[in-house]
Structures are given as structure tokens and as C-alpha cells.
């Protein structure tokens, strides 16, 4: 289902009960393309695009994508199964973002960055890629950041160029990320520091036994 405000450029293929909201632009050629050339865009089965978000050309996006509303999301990505992009979200260029990733509001995934299987970003997360902005070599060095599979960063969190969260690992709300941190770690603060192992966190609802 296409709404009849929704904008598909050339080149856009999408499979079926897809839907796109009102003022949703998909396969926006992107300016550094050359004439001439071929810049396809893929979208997978039972996907839904709310309104205003905009998808650029050059990505491939698997089954059951949804954004919230106003998300972007530039070229040259690859998107696996199951994704979900939030409301006013921004993803940048030549990121790979698995299977069953959960990208929440208003967060920022810089170039270079890659998101493995069952990983999840809180709402106001930022991920940079430059170690010293305006350098005259700045871009020949960028390096975004890496979760590892089922890692999850807390609300405002701020992740450092080319830093690894290990498997399965927690970031704290409001942590500012300088190193890499370990497997089915918990860690918080400014600068984000390790304070105990996922199997020590409980439910403070009881709830259940163990939250991980």
C-alpha cells in the first residue's frame, strides 16, 4: 500500500504488503552518484515506512523493516530481517545492521558502524566515527562503532569512534563509551566503566528471576 503523497525514485523494488505513509520518499539518489550510474534500492516483504521518513538509494533491507516516523536513513547500507528504525532516528552510510536489531528514537548511527544480530539502541544514543574532527585526514580514518550480537546501549549514551561492545553486554544510561567493553558486561559512567557481570542484575520488580 502507497500512499498517494509517497515518492519512489527509479530504480526502488519492494515485496509484498508493503506499506509507505504519506510523505515518505524512497531511493533518493544520493549526490556523490555519477551519471549514468545504477543506484538499486531493495526492500523486503511486509515492510512499513511511516510518514516523512526518507530512504536513500543503494540499500538492501530485508523482511518486516519498519521506522517510526521522520526517520533517515542514507545509501549504501545493508539492512537484515526484522528491523526496526525509530522516529527521527538517523542512519548514515555504509553501515551493516542485522537481523532483529532494535534502533529506538532520535539516535544517531554514524558511518562505518556495524550492528550485529539482536542488538539494541535506546532512544538519544549517538555513535561517532571521527577521532579528530577537521583534521585534514579526517575521513581516510573513520571507523564507527561495533555491537556484538544481543549487546544493548541505554538512553544517551554516547559511543566512541571504533569501540566494540562485546556480546550480550549493557551500557548504562547517559555512559560515555571510551574503550572496548567485554562480553556480558555491565558498564556506566563518564567514561563508561565496568560494574559487574549481566548475571548479577536483577529484576527489581521480581518480575522474573533473571532480566538476562
Not at 519492494?14 to 533518493?28: Q, R
Not at 562505518?112 to 577537521?134: D, I, M, Q
Request: hydrophobic share 35%.
Amino acid at each position: 500500500m502507497k500512499s498517494s503523497n509517497a515518492k519512489l525514485y527509479e530504480g526502488v523494488s519492494f515485496g509484498k504488503n508493503c506499506a509507505f505513509g504519506e510523505y515518505t520518499v524512497i531511493g533518493v539518489p544520493p549526490a556523490a552518484i555519477k551519471k549514468g550510474e545504477k543506484c538499486l534500492t531493495k526492500i523486503g516483504d511486509d515492510a512499513k515506512i511511516r510518514s516523512h521518513t526518507v530512504v536513500y538509494a543503494g540499500n538492501t533491507i530485508g523482511n518486516n523493516f519498519q521506522t517510526g516516523h521522520q526517520a533517515s536513513i542514507r545509501e549504501h547500507n545493508t539492512i537484515g530481517h526484522n528491523v526496526s528504525i525509530g522516529t527521527g532516528s538517523v542512519v548514515e552510510h555504509h553501515i551493516t545492521i542485522e537481523d532483529n536489531v532494535r534502533i529506538h528514537s532520535n539516535a544517531f548511527i554514524c558511518e562505518y558502524s556495524r550492528l550485529e544480530k539482536g542488538s539494541w539502541v535506546g532512544p538519544c544514543v549517538v555513535f561517532t566515527n571521527a577521532l579528530h574532527p577537521l583534521c585534514p585526514k579526517g575521513k581516510d580514518c573513520l571507523r564507527g562503532p561495533t555491537l556484538k550480537r544481543g549487546a544493548k546501549i541505554g538512553a544517551n549514551t554516547t559511543l566512541l569512534p571504533g569501540v566494540v561492545i562485546g556480546e550480550n553486554a549493557l551500557i548504562g544510561a547517559g555512559s560515555v563509551v571510551v574503550k572496548d567493553v567485554p562480553a556480558n558486561k555491565v558498564v556506566t559512567g563518564n567514561p563508561a566503566r565496568v560494574i559487574k557481570d549481566i548475571s548479577e542484575l536483577k529484576c527489581p520488580y521480581d518480575l522474573v528471576l533473571k532480566p538476562y
